[in-house]
Structure formats: C-alpha cells, structure tokens
C-alpha cells in the first residue's frame, strides 16, 4: 500500500516524498484512517515504527479546511511525557506541514512561560506539550474550548512519571464532542485503565505482541565483572569501530562517573541527565546527531523521544529498574525497518534481574562472554553471602514447652474448699 491509497492530500504527499518515505509502516496504514474516520484510538505499537506520522499526518489533513481563521484557536493538543519529545514531535509536524498553512508550537517547562503566552496569543492550530506545562497555561486563562483532537503520545511512559492525575483532568476539561488518541509502546495494566476513563468506544490497534522488541534488532548480553564494564564498554567501541552509540545508565552518578572514564580513553562523549539544563541537553543531543559526539551517555530520560536516523548501536551499560525501559531503550535503533544492535553489558548483580526483562519481552538474551573480559568465578553477590552466612546462623528454634491446662472453676469445688478452710480455722481458734 501507497500514502496515495490511505487518501492522503497533495501537499502532505509532496512533504513524504521530500523526507524519503515511500510506503506506510503497519501503524500507519492502520491508524491514518481511523483517525480521520474521527474514530477514538487505542492503539500499542513498537517504538520506532512510525508512531508520530500515524497521528500527525491524518490531524494536518484534517486541519486543511480550518488552518487559514484569522482568529486562530488551538484544535489539536498533543501530550507527551518530556520535553526531549515535545521538541521531536514538534519537528515532525513542521516537516509534514512544510507545504500548508498550519501552525504549531511547544509547550515545555524550563522555557519563558510569558513567551510561551504571546505565541499563543498570536494563534496556534496545534499544541505540543508536557501535561504540567499545559495546566499551568490552563491555569493562566488558556483557552481550550475548540480543541476537537486530543492524542496521549507515549502513555505508558507518562503514567511511569505520575502524570495520570494531570492527563485525566486536562480531558474533562475539554469540550464533549473531541476525539481522543491513545499510544503506547507497551501494553500494561494502568494504560488499559487509563484508556477506559478516557477513550469512548475506541478502535484498538495492536501492531506487535505485548510489550515485545522491533524484530530488526539483534539483542545480545555480555558478562562482565562490575569493575571492568566501562573498560570493556571502551574495549566493544574502539575495536568493532561503532561509530555511534547510545549509552544507558541507570543513575545520574553512574553517568558521570562513565562520562568520565571514556573522556579519559580518548572518546568523543556528550552526556544527558535530569541534571544538566534543557539548554545543554538540546545542545548536545544535536551534537550526537551531526555526529560531532561519538558516544551520548544518558539516563532514561531520553530513552523515549530520541529519533536519531540510523542509531545502529545502544548498549544497557546497567539494567533499567522498570524491566518496560528496556523496551524503550533498545528502540533507539532499528528504527523503520533498519537493523540495529542492543548490547548489555551483565555483572553478577543483573545476572538474575535480565530474566524480568526476558519474561517481559517473550524471548531470551543470549549470554555471551568477550575474551579477555572473563568474569572472575570467585567473585561472589555480597547479599548472596550475607544471606547464606545468615541462615548458618540461625539461632535454633525454642522446644516448645506444654503449659499445664488451666482448670476450669467449679461451683462444688469451691465450696468444699470454703467449708474446710472454715473447719481448719475453727480448730487453730480453739
């Protein structure tokens, strides 16, 4: 199937053409006329398969007729769990609507609040933002009482932020007649209820298994003692020659702490962390897509967002918490069809956790070891010891002991008692 038989107009046509893109990915062709058809959507597919162009494309077509009001009113609301994807959404939308009249705007925290204010003024068809941006607009005076499209992009990610409170209220406060678009990139248990307050009688779209890895990616595990991972990280990208990579760690102190053992191995680094500003975040999520930064360290802040053409390699240098951000982290490459490689770099602490994430995704983790990086077998779990040293240890348990059995009070009994202890006084008297 073309873009041309999913009735897509002219100047949408021409700006596909421009970007490269010639036939629609699964979630495009299933969603494109849902949406249009004015349908409620909720639909789970994998990252990296299109996700953005499933949404914006049918909501630019549908803006065509009103894109040129004078008085204009926001139509469209995105929502999206961080700024880093607010900004990549946003860039798409200008993209697609290269050849149209239709106008949009960001909605982030971390920038002006009043310039964000007389953007709005000046009249916006399409709003993207963070959901605490968004109240505070609300808040302000924003008016949204013409919005007729409400998506909820990466649903699962800004219920995991504690956004449900925020996502909810901005839907009631909507008018009645608007059509709502859930996506998520995993299926869980709070996205399902989500969608039930949220969605009426939606069409569900479900274009991979649950919670499962694009195909294109070829997944494989190292072990690897915990002192020798970031040398055998350096080792992996100097001699397989990677010319890009994304890195993951699992807190900010161990991404500044790698960040700086690459940077001492001669390695072109850049590092994002909910630490650094929006403004150097930006600046060097650019520099690793211009290819100026050869390897991004970053916390799972920006394993949602990230779109970088041909990402061939992410590497877990630690597991993820949450076993669904694996998931999001290894759908930085093989993106649109495109292989890709998602390497994990295990110690003896994650040995055990990789079966969560395995469970997860339906299918095993090969476990390879890289010569030269054998783990040392004498090296131990120190809460595996601890346990063990507690349980030969243990203080026997007390023999239980039989307490006599209380006997029961009995009328005649007592009285008996209370005649001779009568008679024994009488006679010591006498």
């Given at each position: 199937?073309?873009?041309?038989?999913?009735?897509?107009?002219?100047?949408?046509?021409?700006?596909?053409?421009?970007?490269?893109?010639?036939?629609?990915?699964?979630?495009?062709?299933?969603?494109?006329?849902?949406?249009?058809?004015?349908?409620?959507?909720?639909?789970?597919?994998?990252?990296?398969?299109?996700?953005?162009?499933?949404?914006?494309?049918?909501?630019l077509q549908k803006l065509r007729k009103t894109s040129n009001d004078e008085n204009r009113l926001i139509k469209v609301v995105i929502l999206s769990p961080t700024r880093e994807l607010s900004i990549q959404i946003e860039d798409d939308i200008q993209k697609f609507s290269k050849h149209m009249s239709?106008?949009?705007?960001?909605?982030?925290?971390?920038?002006?609040?009043?310039?964000?204010?007389?953007?709005?003024?000046?009249?916006?068809?399409?709003?993207?933002?963070?959901?605490?941006?968004?109240?505070?607009?609300?808040?302000?005076?924003?008016?949204?009482?013409?919005?007729?499209?409400?998506?909820?992009?990466?649903?699962?990610?800004?219920?995991?932020?504690?956004?449900?409170?925020?996502?909810?209220?901005?839907?009631?406060?909507?008018?009645?007649?608007?059509?709502?678009?859930?996506?998520?990139?995993?299926?869980?248990?709070?996205?399902?209820?989500?969608?039930?307050?949220?969605?009426?009688?939606?069409?569900?779209?479900?274009?991979?298994?649950?919670?499962?890895?694009?195909?294109?990616?070829?997944?494989?595990?190292?072990?690897?003692?915990?002192?020798?991972?970031?040398?055998?990280?350096?080792?992996?990208?100097?001699?397989?020659?990677?010319?890009?990579?994304?890195?993951?760690?699992?807190?900010?102190?161990?991404?500044?702490?790698?960040?700086?053992?690459?940077?001492?191995?001669?390695?072109?680094?850049?590092?994002?962390?909910?630490?650094?500003?929006?403004?150097?975040?930006?600046?060097?999520?650019n520099q690793f897509k211009e290819g100026k930064v050869r390897v991004l360290v970053a916390t799972d802040i920006a394993s949602r967002g990230l779109d970088i053409e041909e990402l061939p390699y992410v590497i877990n240098y630690e597991l993820p918490s949450i076993p669904e951000d694996y998931v999001h982290r290894v759908g930085r490459t093989g993106r649109a069809g495109r292989n890709g490689e998602a390497i994990t770099?295990?110690?003896?602490?994650?040995?055990?956790?990789?079966?969560?994430?395995?469970?997860?995704?339906?299918?095993?983790?090969?476990?390879?070891?890289?010569?030269?990086?054998?783990?040392?077998?004498?090296?131990?779990?120190?809460?595996?010891?601890?346990?063990?040293?507690?349980?030969?240890?243990?203080?026997?348990?007390?023999?239980?002991?039989?307490?006599?059995?209380?006997?029961?009070?009995?009328?005649?009994?007592?009285?008996?008692?209370?005649?001779?202890?009568?008679?024994?006084?009488?006679?010591?008297?006498?």
């Open positions: 199937m073309s873009f041309e038989k999913l009735g897509l107009i002219k100047p949408l046509l021409s700006a596909i053409k421009e970007l490269g893109y010639e036939h629609p990915t699964l979630i495009q062709k299933r969603a494109i006329p849902l949406v249009m058809a004015k349908s409620d959507i909720f639909a789970t597919a994998q990252t990296g398969t299109g996700k953005t162009a499933a949404f914006a494309l049918p909501i239709v106008k949009s705007t960001i909605l982030v925290g971390g920038k002006d609040i009043t310039a964000q204010q007389r953007i709005l003024k000046k009249g916006v068809d399409i709003v993207i933002a963070t959901p605490g941006r968004f109240m505070e607009h609300i808040e302000n005076g924003l008016k949204i009482s013409d919005i007729s499209i409400f998506v909820v992009d990466e649903a699962d990610r800004m219920l995991d932020m504690g956004f449900s409170k925020e996502i909810r209220k901005i839907h009631l406060m909507l008018p009645k007649r608007h059509q709502t678009l859930l996506f998520s990139a995993t299926y869980s248990d709070k996205v399902r209820k989500l969608s039930k307050q949220i969605l009426t009688k939606p069409a569900f779209i479900e274009t991979a298994k649950k919670n499962t890895t694009v195909d294109t990616i070829n997944q494989v595990a190292y072990m690897v003692d915990t002192a020798r991972k970031a040398e055998l990280l350096a080792y992996l990208i100097g001699s397989r020659n990677f010319p890009q990579v994304l890195v993951f760690t699992r807190t900010k102190v161990s991404a500044d702490e790698l960040f700086l053992e690459l940077q001492k191995d001669g390695l072109k680094c850049g590092i994002i962390h909910g630490d650094k500003t929006q403004a150097h975040r930006l600046k060097t999520l770099l295990l110690d003896i602490y994650e040995k055990y956790d990789v079966r969560d994430i395995e469970r997860l995704i339906g299918q095993k983790i090969p476990q390879e070891v890289v010569e030269g990086f054998e783990p040392d077998p004498s090296i131990r779990r120190k809460d595996q010891d601890e346990l063990k040293l507690k349980s030969e240890h243990k203080k026997p348990e007390a023999k239980r002991v039989r307490k006599p059995a209380k006997k029961s009070f009995c009328k005649t009994c007592f009285k008996e008692k209370k005649k001779n202890y009568k008679k024994r006084l009488i006679l010591e008297f006498v």
